[in-house]
């Protein structure tokens, strides 16, 4: 099979990784809050030709988007609610004791499962929203084996060629705005 080919014959897109997710927020400062103190998140500028209320935050290869909601219909109307099979983003977690706790510490309403495969391997789940409603998974589920389910083509795992490069000066103090 020729490089970059999938068996159908069709040539693999030219993907490397996820770049951000989006969110609407009620209130982007709450927002910026809660993915930098609870999930570590980092603030970073956003362009300057970006003229709408919003924030931009990244870490762990990936951003995350927060955008001022005009309209609040737009968002999820009980953000009490929590089903782990509704829309959701995941992270992977080294620690999951440690972020159990610190979901504690910030008085986050979650719920906790665990599930077993037939191997035996376990996985960690916690489940909770943030201040909008929007569901967030933190999990172990690198304990899971990726085994292609038929001939679905090649993985592409992401690598660091995906993350951007920093410009970090000690001498800059960039301000943000939200």
Excluded at 26 to 42: A, E, M, P
Excluded at 47 to 65: C, M, Q, R, S, T
């Amino acid at each position: 099979m020729q490089e970059g080919k999938e068996e159908s014959g069709a040539a693999a897109p030219p993907l490397l990784a996820l770049n951000h997710v989006s969110r609407l927020c009620r209130n982007v400062k709450k927002s910026i809050d809660f993915y930098t103190k609870v999930l570590g998140f980092v603030l970073v500028e956003r362009p300057p030709a970006l003229d709408f209320d919003g924030a931009w935050l990244f870490n762990y290869g990936v951003g995350i988007h927060l955008v001022q909601s005009k309209d609040d219909d737009k968002l999820p109307s009980d953000s009490h609610h929590l089903d782990p099979m509704d829309n959701h983003i995941s992270f992977q977690c080294e620690d999951m004791e440690e972020m159990e706790q610190r979901l504690k510490e910030f008085n986050t309403e979650y719920i906790k499962r665990t599930m077993e495969d037939e191997s035996g391997t376990k996985i960690d789940q916690l489940f909770f929203n943030d201040p909008d409603g929007f569901m967030v998974e933190i999990c172990n589920c690198e304990n899971l084996k990726l085994v292609p389910a038929g001939s679905m083509g090649r993985i592409k795992l992401p690598f660091d060629r995906h993350n951007p490069p920093l410009d970090l000066d000690a001498n800059s103090n960039p301000s943000y705005s939200y």
